[in-house]
């Protein structure tokens, strides 16, 4: 009781500012505290049984990691003996053992493990067993036929060297013209779909990684959160560089990894969450196949570092996976006593701000502000689906409700690059909770289809009464590569494609959507864009003729073919003939696969259609991708990719119909570690071209809207505010753990207010979904500074929101099917009406979750550009010419309809 006592007082003291909470003191105060949370959010739950339950099911585990410590790594690793008995032999003596005590033989791993911790128990007396034990173990690390009888388990796996010259495993394909770089054979994956192709490890793995880690917050050496100075304890000298260029920052959140693993570690998986929600409320949207600064910057250099991003995805799926374990991830992003500072949200404090974009900084920023007490309204240039009713009005008991297959899930929109621009090797389905804790919140509002400079202007959000503009819309127009033909059919920027494919869902059988890709397909850059567009190709083009095929055989059954084919020309028809030849070799590969049953593998079929190349004008180890997240390459090329080095693009011949036909490159050459260009070219067949040059910054506002910000180069002018003092202009930090990034843009008006930029518009934090959080994070209490000096805000806040639901919100008013070639559509948008010109673009599109079905085909329209002509009232005219299915469908919208 006493020490309850302290700790309640402890926590005060903390709160209001107190010392002695810094560095160590800190960290163990917290480690004291969190376990006191987890047990009052179990009673509060009524779910102490399954709490107490996955904890020991975590610490079940710590017998293969004592095993693994004991035996492997001190034993075995260093035994220089003689081997008297086989492996064979002594692998049937040890199943003799575990059948003696009558154990299940189902985890081998664990039992054995069990088997050795308990002779060391009483070392004298089993010396004879311990000595065959390690025997065992030792011709598993030495006989690569031995080791396949432990393939999997976590004893067995251990750390190795790093190089950083050799990250990504691949060899030369030298029967192909080229000699492209291609994964080893065993390492192949068969990928089918849009299925998640990574299911993440297992928790017995997670614990290994958990114990592999040395707790470096104990001797305040937790590189991984802090960043991995040049000395420790030398600030002044700065953080490391690595081999490979990458400045040492750690996680860009400084979140508390090393705590969060002492946790796991002990089995408080509920505490361990809420210890990562310090720095990182937003977690399901960071963690594994998101981020892996962390990993960078962790202690273990010239070894595989500790897969942090592993352990912390596990950590948060264990929490959901409990009874109303959504509901406990909802209440911690709300209240954390963990945190010294938001650990509570406060009610309205009558400020009122808009965030332009809902990608990750977009998201956070609205979390940390409404956590403050605003009112806060995101908008999105994009569709945003909404949520089911019933979620939002009711406490869900299991996670398994939100979950979808991400094959065929409803695309929400919501994330902004994490919904678009990150392919299913992540589970999106966190998205949705994310999405899901905001739209609970009575201050938030979302909209989306609402464009920062188009629907809503920044003069229109001091007419409506915000108080502050946050510019979270991510990134710009991508860069163009100078090269003749580039605007020729079958030529695509990657991140359209990307877009393109989650927004109009065109990878789902039942989407009308066709993006069109034919192969052979090159995808030309070195970032992780055309690593991931070069896998979703891969996966589409194969959606994309059996969705063909299967189409063409029904209308071709209810038309016939003569008629089906009547209307092509032969340009169609060729690509048609090809479509359908590629569809029945998928279709007689999966039947195979099923006679034989495995899973199909479609990359020989892939290949020789022409494959899908990676190009790039320097070496692979030179390429962003690899120096960044190495990772992501390897995955890649285990699809089945082809790399070819040194080709910078120089043009694209086109066939007979003006499509593109070849790729031609100029050969470089590396010489004293620059790539120079050689006086020889290379040609490359190529049906689909995907450019994956990086983008710029957005600033499109600024072009729209001449004067409004001040920009430095392509991106806004950084600036800091000082308390009742102007704004200042400040250079660009040099990393994201700089002490001041300047969220701030030039803007300033007589009422004082200002405007901030966060996320992927920023030059400080663009480029990874974890900075963009991060710089909501720095941002935050900036804005809130910022905001002390405005003139009282308040006002009645429902009236506010019911406004803007009126003037935000698009609704078909009426519709005219007079004419059969063209429907005429008046969409209710007072807002958008209101700021409308001449010449403006409008993105059509309905929510999928409100359309209709048939035959396994969702009759929503995908997404169609149409161009304004003209307003009345409130309500945009506009005139949808009735070619192709997409627009027809817009003749079965009814007043009303969203």
């Given amino acids: 009781a006493e020490g309850d006592r302290s700790l309640a007082e402890g926590l005060r003291a903390y709160r209001s500012g107190g010392e002695g909470f810094e560095g160590v003191l800190g960290s163990d105060f917290l480690l004291s505290l969190a376990p006191w949370v987890e047990r009052f959010i179990g009673e509060v739950f009524a779910i102490e049984a399954e709490v107490r339950a996955l904890r020991e099911r975590t610490r079940s585990h710590e017998v293969v990691m004592a095993f693994k410590k004991h035996f492997v790594l001190r034993r075995a690793r260093r035994y220089r003996g003689g081997f008297p008995w086989s492996f064979a032999e002594l692998d049937q003596w040890l ?13 081998r791993e664990w039992a054995i493990a069990r088997l050795g911790e308990g002779w060391l128990e009483e070392e004298a007396a089993h010396a004879e067993a311990i000595d065959r034990l390690t025997q065992w173990c030792g011709l598993i690390l030495q006989d690569p036929q031995a080791a396949l009888a432990v393939q999997g388990w976590s004893s067995f796996r251990l750390p190795q060297r790093v190089d950083p010259e050799a990250l990504v495993p691949l060899k030369r394909w030298e029967d192909r013209p080229g000699a492209p770089l291609v994964a080893a054979e065993g390492s192949l994956r068969c990928r089918d779909g849009f299925h998640l192709t990574d299911p993440r490890m297992d928790p017995r793995d997670v614990q290994s990684e958990v114990h592999y880690c040395l707790y470096c917050h104990a001797h305040e050496g937790d590189f991984c959160a802090k960043g991995f100075p040049e000395k420790k304890g030398v600030a002044e000298l700065g953080l490391k560089v690595d081999p490979l260029g990458v400045i040492l920052t750690g996680c860009p959140l400084e979140e508390r990894i090393s705590e969060m693993q002492v946790l796991k570690r002990d089995g408080w998986s509920i505490a361990a969450l809420a210890m990562a929600m310090v720095d990182n409320p937003m977690v399901p949207a960071t963690g594994h196949r998101i981020c892996n600064d962390c990993m960078k910057s962790c202690i273990y250099q010239k070894q595989d570092p500790v897969n942090i991003p592993q352990v912390e995805t596990r950590i948060l799926t264990d929490v959901l996976n409990l009874p109303w374990g959504v509901e406990i991830y909802a209440l911690l992003t709300r209240w954390n006593p963990l945190r010294r500072t938001q650990y509570l949200a406060q009610p309205y404090n009558g400020r009122k701000v808009l965030v332009a974009g809902m990608g990750p900084a977009g998201f956070t920023m609205a979390h940390h502000l409404l956590q403050e007490g605003c009112a806060v309204v995101g908008i999105d240039g994009l569709k945003i689906e909404p949520l089911p009713q019933p979620w939002l009005e009711q406490p869900i008991r299991d996670w398994s409700r939100l979950q979808e297959d991400l094959d065929d899930r409803i695309l929400l929109g919501f994330g902004g690059v994490a919904e678009y621009g990150i392919t299913v090797r992540w589970d999106k389905n966190f998205l949705k909770l994310i999405y899901l804790t905001l739209a609970r919140r009575p201050n938030f509002q979302m909209f989306g289809g609402v464009r920062l400079g188009g629907t809503v202007t920044v003069e229109d959000a001091w007419a409506l009464g915000f108080d502050h503009v946050c510019i979270a819309t991510g990134a710009g127009l991508p860069r163009m590569v100078p090269m003749g033909e580039s605007l020729a059919r079958g030529m695509r920027q990657a991140s359209d494609f990307l877009m393109a494919l989650q927004l109009t869902g065109a990878g789902k059988r039942s989407s009308l959507a066709n993006l069109q890709v034919r192969l052979p397909a090159v995808v030309i850059g070195g970032g992780l864009t055309a690593v991931d567009t070069a896998t979703e ?4 083009y194969v959606r994309q003729v059996e969705k063909v095929l299967a189409r063409y055989e029904r209308m071709a059954a209810r038309s016939g073919e003569e008629a089906l084919r009547a209307g092509l020309c032969a340009e169609d028809t060729e690509i048609l003939d090809e479509f359908l030849s590629h569809g029945r070799a998928v279709r007689a590969e999966r039947a195979r696969a099923a006679a034989e049953h495995e899973a199909p593998n479609f990359v020989p079929l892939i290949r020789s ?12 180890r030179q390429s962003p991708a690899y120096t960044r997240n190495h990772e992501e390459l390897i995955k890649a090329m285990e699809e089945g990719l082809y790399y070819r080095e040194g080709l910078e693009p120089l043009r694209a011949e086109l066939d007979r119909y003006g499509h593109v036909a070849q790729m031609v490159f100029r050969q470089m050459h590396e010489t004293e570690g620059r790539w120079l260009a050689s006086d020889q070219d290379w040609s490359m067949p190529a049906r689909a071209v995907f450019i994956a040059a990086g983008t710029v910054p957005n600033t499109l506002y600024e072009r729209e809207y001449p004067g409004t910000f001040q920009l430095d180069g392509d991106h806004f002018q950084t600036h800091v505010a000082h308390p009742r003092g102007p704004l200042q202009a400040v250079q660009v930090a040099e990393h994201c753990k700089a002490p ?3 969220p701030f843009t030039s803007y300033t008006d007589h009422g004082g207010h200002r405007i901030s930029f966060i996320g992927d518009t920023h030059p400080v934090f663009h480029g990874s979904v974890v900075k963009a959080i991060a710089s909501a994070k720095a941002a935050y209490p900036q804005v809130m500074r910022s905001l002390q000096g405005l003139a009282d805000g308040g006002g009645d806040l429902a009236a506010f929101q019911q406004r803007l639901r009126h003037l935000l919100r698009a609704r078909v008013l009426r519709i005219d099917r007079g004419n059969p070639a063209v429907v005429e559509l008046w969409v209710e948008a007072p807002l958008a009406a209101r700021n409308f010109r001449p010449g403006q ?45 997409g627009p027809r469908l817009v003749g079965r919208l009814e007043p009303g309809d969203p």
């Fill in 841 to 885: 673009f409008f993105r059509l599109q309905t929510y999928e979750s409100h359309s209709a079905e048939r035959a396994g085909t969702r009759l929503q329209i995908p997404v169609l550009t149409v161009s304004g002509a003209g307003v009345e009232g409130d309500a945009v005219r506009l005139l949808v010419l009735q070619w192709g299915t």
């Fill in 537 to 540: 190709v891969q996966a589409y």
């Fill in 95 to 107: 199943d003799q053992e575990v059948r003696r005590r009558g154990w299940s033989g189902e985890d």
């Fill in 609 to 620: 259609w022409g494959g899908v190349t990676l190009a790039y004008r320097k070496g692979m």
């Fill in 740 to 742: 001041e990034s300047g």
